[in-house]
C-alpha cells in the first residue's frame, strides 16, 4: 500500500506550509489526482486522516480531484483521451487497460502517448489563523 508513503509526503507539506503562515488549523487540503497514478483516493485519505491525528489538519477535509488521462500525438494532437470508447470497452475489466484501448489518437489514428494523468498534485491548502477570522487559501 504505497498510499502511506504518499500520504506522509502530502502530510509534512501541508504541515510546513501551514506553520510556514501561522495556521491554528487546517481546513481542506486539494489534491489534482490523475487518474492513472495508481493511487486509491479513499486509502490516501484515510491515511491522511490518521496521519493528521492531533495536528493542525487533524479535521482537515482531504478533496481530491480526479484529472482525466491526456494524449500528445505526433501529428501535433492534445487533449484527453475518448471518454466514450472507455465506456464502450465492455470487455475490459481494467479502467487502465480500457484507457490504453482508447489511446489511438482521433486525428489520425496512430498510436498517441499519455501525456498526463499520472500527476499527484497538492492544488490548494486552506488554512486558518490567529490573526484572522477569516480562511486563507
Known amino acids: 500500500m504505497h498510499e502511506l508513503s504518499i500520504a506522509c509526503e502530502i ?16 481546513k481542506h487540503v486539494t489534491l489534482q489526482m490523475g487518474r492513472l497514478s495508481h493511487t486509491n483516493p479513499e486509502q490516501l485519505s484515510f491515511c491522511f486522516k490518521t496521519l493528521a491525528e492531533g495536528s493542525i489538519a ?47 489518437c482521433p486525428v489520425c489514428g496512430k498510436q498517441a502517448h499519455i501525456a498526463g494523468g499520472r500527476e499527484l498534485i497538492i492544488k490548494s491548502i486552506e488554512i486558518e489563523t490567529e490573526n484572522e477570522n477569516e480562511s486563507q487559501r
Open 58 to 104: 487533524e479535521n482537515a477535509d482531504l478533496i481530491v480531484e480526479m484529472v482525466p488521462p491526456t494524449l500528445e500525438c505526433e501529428c501535433g494532437y492534445t487533449g484527453t483521451i475518448d471518454q466514450e470508447r472507455i465506456r464502450e470497452s465492455n470487455e475490459l475489466t481494467s479502467e487502465l487497460l480500457a484507457y490504453i484501448a482508447a489511446m489511438d
Open 11 to 26: 502530510f509534512e507539506q501541508v504541515k510546513v506550509t501551514a506553520e510556514a503562515h501561522g495556521a491554528t488549523e487546517v
